[in-house]
């Protein structure tokens, strides 16, 4: 089993990034359903997270520290 240590948080607050070529700019939203926020602590967790797509499977927290994953790509990684 991969990330041993995992929090369930319902509805979270993300940190969304969009880049145009004229600006860049960062907003916070908060996403619907259950996501796993979860801290790398191997080399093999943090190339688990490396596979997931940005911002589609995984998200950055608003508050806190951490990754915030979905609950498809957490039994993904578990498989």
Known sequence: ????ITQRIKNPT?????????????TTRQIAGTMH???????????ALQMLEHQVEKF???IGNGVLITE???QKLNA
């Open 60 to 62: 950055a927290p608003a």
């Open 37 to 47: 926020l979860v801290m790398p602590h191997s080399a093999r967790e943090v190339l």
């Open 14 to 26: 993300v940190i969304v990034a969009s880049r145009t070529q004229v600006t860049d700019s960062v």
């Open 1 to 4: 089993m991969i990330f041993h």
């Open 72 to 74: 498809a790509a957490h």
